[in-house]
Nanobody, 124 residues
């Protein structure tokens, strides 16, 4: 069993930055790809970014490419999402998720474990 706890959300003005963190329990962190997803009010949850177990490979949604950076520290069992140049349309609950394999994935069904989410609100 893997438990994921997100932190770092909050209220920020457009153009600002936030860094989300997701701490994972267990000894298998480096063997699991990690992903960030988000769900805006009234919308379905969508993929944001993913990183392989080693951290050597990443992929981003087109809407965040060039603004967001996913990274991980396997010694700390933590994955991060650095969000820069935030826009009001980035407002959502952000979830981190863990895959059972080290290869990254962009589909929700590929992830076995989910955090409780952290709210990010970007004001215009």
């Amino acid at each position: 069993q893997v438990q994921l706890v997100e932190s770092g959300g909050g209220l920020v003005q457009a153009g600002g930055s936030l860094r989300l963190s997701c701490a994972a329990s267990g000894r298998t962190f480096s063997s699991r790809a990690m992903g960030w997803f988000r769900q805006a009010p009234g919308k379905e949850r969508e993929f944001v970014a993913t990183i392989s177990g080693s951290g050597g490979s990443t992929t981003y949604a087109d809407s965040v490419k060039g603004r967001f950076t996913i990274s991980r520290d396997n010694a700390k069992n933590t994955v991060y999402l650095q969000m820069n140049s935030l826009k009001p349309e980035d407002t959502a609950v952000y979830y981190c998720a863990a895959r059972p394999t080290p290869n990254w994935g962009v589909r929700e069904y590929e992830y076995s474990y989910w955090g409780q989410g952290t709210q990010v609100t970007v004001s215009s």
